[in-house]
Nanobody, 127 residues
Framework: QVQLVESGGGLVQAGGSLRLACAAS????????MGWFRQVPGKEREFVAG????????YAADSVKGRFTISRDNAKNTVYLQMNSLKSEDTAVYYC????????????????????WGQGTQVTVSS
């Protein structure tokens, strides 16, 4: 059974930074694409960023490109989301997820392409 546990959320002022972490159980973490999504009440969960299992390919949504960076440490079974220049519209519950899909050119961005999810961590950006 795969378990994903997010941490690092909290309250931050606009313009500030946070670093989210997602720790995964299981010995095969390094074989999978990992992604971050976010969701606000009443809206669908949306893709934020993804990283291929090798770490050599990443992709971020236009809304966070240039501000958020995804990375991974396969030795620690952990994927990170560095969030800089935070805006009030970044306020959401952030989820990490695992996917069996992903190539060097194309990474999965849809929720149905991910098979395991964490419980989420709240990020609140005050203006």
């Amino acid at each position: 059974q795969v378990q994903l546990v997010e941490s690092g959320g909290g309250l931050v002022q606009a313009g500030g930074s946070l670093r989210l972490a997602c720790a995964a159980s299981g010995r095969t973490f390094s074989m999978y694409t990992m992604g971050w999504f976010r969701q606000v009440p009443g809206k669908e969960r949306e893709f934020v960023a993804g990283i291929r299992w090798t770490g050599d390919s990443t992709y971020a949504a236009d809304s966070v490109k240039g501000r958020f960076t995804i990375s991974r440490d396969n030795a620690k079974n952990t994927v990170y989301l560095q969030m800089n220049s935070l805006k009030s519209e970044d306020t959401a519950v952030y989820y990490c997820a695992r996917s069996q899909r992903g190539t060097k050119v194309v990474l999965p961005t849809m929720t149905y392409e991910y098979d395991y999810w964490g419980q989420g961590t709240q990020v609140t950006v005050s203006s």
